[in-house]
């Protein structure tokens, strides 16, 4: 299964903060790949270029530049797990493609009471977003990786 990533941030100590479409955040340290993989070497030598760091096309991982990526599953798989008062929570969009559900399908379950708003969804600006449990509880295990 593929964890999306949908946002990616360089830190000091040529480390990254990963948050992935399933509402989970990550710390990912890029320091011991400067001697396993000659590319990294230059983002140790070029700490604007290690700022660079954006989210790869359709969150399949994070790029530096053409020679320097890195996978979302190594991302997702090796980095250091970390709390923030955001865990859980799933955009509307995010959740829909992860649940092969509609959008529709989830603006209904709030009219209808099925998700509760407030509780289990809340809406943000324009934006709604939903927690993982409450999908989970409602919908079961995520269908896709999208």
Excluded at 40 to 45: D, G, I, P, R
Excluded at 61 to 77: A, H, K, M, T, Y
Aim: net charge negative; hydrophobic share 40%.
């Amino acid at each position: 299964m593929f964890h999306k990533v949908k946002a990616v941030n360089a830190m000091p100590g040529y480390r990254l903060t990963v948050q992935f479409a399933e509402g989970v955040t990550k710390i990912y340290d890029v320091k011991p790949l400067f001697a396993k993989w000659p590319p990294f070497k230059s983002l140790e030598n070029d700490p604007e270029l290690f700022s660079a760091v954006e989210v790869d096309a359709g969150g399949y991982g994070i790029v530096w530049n053409d020679e320097i990526d890195l996978s979302c599953d190594e991302l997702f798989e090796n980095g250091e797990t970390v709390r923030t008062p955001f865990d859980g929570l799933i955009a509307f969009t995010d959740a829909t493609k992860l649940w092969g559900l509609n959008e529709s399908t989830l603006r209904k379950a709030i009219a209808y009471g099925k998700l509760v708003s407030g509780v289990d969804a809340c809406k943000y600006g324009k934006q709604w977003v939903v927690s993982a449990k409450a999908m989970k509880r409602e919908y079961g295990d995520p269908k896709t990786g999208a």
